[in-house]
């Protein structure tokens, strides 16, 4: 299996644009109409005008929010695991901070210091995390940043880091979903209990659908259970399902973001809806310290300590841990 070096899980370590979607202006835009049913037959809101060609099935409730609930945009999703726990999020990116060496520029100085503990604040920020959010793997591999999270914390010290695996180049996911690109030659899909394969006409790649918490599904271009793309018409305002905000892009794909999965909620507003994220306010950024080997850093607005040592890491040092 092809192994992926860490990426957009890095949180505050690496920032990583992501190009090719439609949630980002990419390659496709979905027409928006008026039209009736007799102007189109079976899409009476008209078909998306993009490399998924597909008719457009949900529109615009009374409020005029997206007319589609959390178990229509994702009927077949499989049960999530525990959400992560404030403790969980600072030791994995105590962690990283320890073991994702950072390059010092060639001019100039750096506070590597500084640069560590910064990079814990960032990484422990929710909104850093944008594509568990989305309920979608990390940029270009198999697994979600949870199952990342907790691998690194399980394994100790730096022994989880890059063990993150390369999803099948066919594979696009975002916050409209996950699909095969439809410019390519679709996959033969087979199912070894979690592992699907993907036989291709340039190569046979594996995934692991647990790493991403779904399960195999042989039906499904992606090799998983992943959220398929569904349609909506793009005017429509974003809306909650409980905890779940959902949208319809510009492309006219229903967006998915379940905000509980980092600790958040979904909360409405006249123009839309959005994640809102806890801040007890009981502690800022700028407080994170240690005392002996034990990290105090600031989650959520509370106080939250990690030991270093019991995390396979050396010691505490100027606000961060000290991998070995």
């Known amino acids: 299996m092809k192994m992926k070096a860490w990426g957009s899980g890095l949180g505050g370590l690496v920032v990583v644009l992501c190009g090719m979607a439609c949630s980002s202006g990419g390659a496709f835009q979905a027409i928006e ?3 009736g049913p007799d102007a189109f037959g079976d899409a009476p809101f008209g078909r998306t005008t993009c490399n998924i060609d597909a008719p457009i099935v949900h529109g615009v409730r009374p409020d005029g929010r997206v007319d589609v609930s959390a178990a229509e945009a994702w009927p077949n999703r499989s049960p999530e695991p525990p959400a992560v726990t404030p403790t969980e999020l600072l030791g994995g990116c105590a962690i990283l901070a320890a073991c994702f060496r950072l390059q010092v520029p060639d001019a100039g100085v750096v506070d ?3 640069q560590m503990a910064d990079a814990i604040r960032s990484c422990v920020n929710p909104t850093s ?4 959010e989305r309920v979608i793997p990390e ?3 198999n697994e979600r940043w ?3 999270l907790r691998t690194l914390i399980a394994a100790k010290g730096c022994a989880g880091l890059f063990r993150s695996t390369q999803r099948a180049p066919g594979i696009i996911c975002q916050e409209d979903g996950c699909w095969w690109n439809p410019a390519l030659a679709a996959p033969t899909v087979t199912c070894a209990s979690d592992v699907a394969t993907l036989a291709t006409n340039t190569g046979t790649f594996t995934r692991a659908c647990s790493h991403a918490f779904t399960t195999c599904d042989a039906n499904s271009p992606t090799g998983c259970t992943d959220r398929a793309p569904v349609t909506c018409v793009s005017a429509a305002q974003d809306r909650c399902d409980a905890n779940i905000k959902l949208g319809c892009d510009r492309c006219g794909m229903v967006s998915f973001h379940d905000c509980s999965l980092m600790g958040g909620h979904c909360v409405e507003s006249p123009g839309g809806a959005s994640c809102v994220y806890p801040n007890a306010g009981l502690c800022t950024p ?5 005392a002996g080997s034990v990290l105090t850093a600031c989650v959520g607005g509370m106080p939250v300590t990690v030991d270093c040592v019991a995390l396979g890491l050396t010691a505490c040092a100027n606000g961060h841990c000290v991998a070995p």
């Open 33 to 35: 109409t008026d039209a």
């Open 112 to 114: 590597i210091d500084k």
């Open 129 to 132: 995390h944008g594509n568990e």
């Open 139 to 141: 940029l270009d591999q």
């Open 146 to 148: 949870l199952f990342t």
């Open 286 to 290: 700028d407080s994170q310290a240690c």
